[in-house]
């Protein structure tokens, strides 16, 4: 999570959306960055307007906009069933060593998930209490606009480094497994969707 003062803007880190390329990029201009530990960098929309916000609009004496970057569904888990499956992961449960993506998927798609595919959802991360979710959130499929409106809030041009890329990985599904993650995944769909 980076907070601009200045400029009375947030950048949420959605896991697994370039956060890591971003914070490095726009660390030396943040008021605050918080990058360790994960729990405290990838600070949800619900956590930010219960604790983070409030502070900080009291601080400023007026609101912070608070922006985030969403993945496709089906690419976002493909992220993360590629990312657990380094070598480096220290626990064996949460790799996906061995596992082809469509069991990673299903297995997602399965209450409760094993420890491999507890990774949450994107709309339970975005979408705040009673409604009050990001104000913007960009697709990062289209990281360009993301960028822009960036360089434009910030007065700065950014330049991202590749860092923290996934291994590659085949990401084939079934017809039946696919069907059933749009099922189960609905909400965000819906708001990828939404990303206009």
Not at 38 to 52: Q, W
Not at 75 to 88: A, H, K, Q, T, V
Not at 94 to 105: A, L, N, P, R, W
């Amino acid at each position: 999570m980076l907070v601009f003062w200045e400029q009375r803007l947030v950048i949420l880190a959605t896991p697994k959306t370039g956060s890591t390329a971003i914070e490095s990029a726009l660390d030396s201009l943040a008021a605050v960055s918080i990058q360790r530990p994960p729990a405290l960098k990838h600070t949800n929309v619900t956590r930010f307007r219960r604790f983070v916000g409030p502070y900080l609009d009291s601080a400023a004496g007026e609101p912070f906009t608070v922006v985030a970057l969403m993945r496709e569904p089906r690419d976002w888990l493909g992220s993360w069933y590629r990312y657990r499956s380094r070598e480096d992961i220290s626990e064996a449960t949460k790799s996906t060593q061995g596992m082809d993506f469509d069991t990673f998927v299903q297995a997602w798609c399965h209450t409760p998930r094993p420890a491999f595919a507890k990774v949450g959802s994107q709309a339970r991360f975005l979408k705040g209490p009673e409604g009050r979710g990001a104000d913007r959130v960009f697709r990062y499929e289209n990281i360009d606009s993301f960028i822009d409106f960036l360089e434009d809030r910030l007065d700065f041009q950014i330049i991202l480094p590749q860092l923290n890329v996934s291994p590659k990985a085949a990401m084939d599904l079934s017809p039946e497994t696919l069907a059933t993650l749009r099922e189960v995944a609905a909400e965000d769909f819906a708001l990828y969707e939404s990303l206009r």
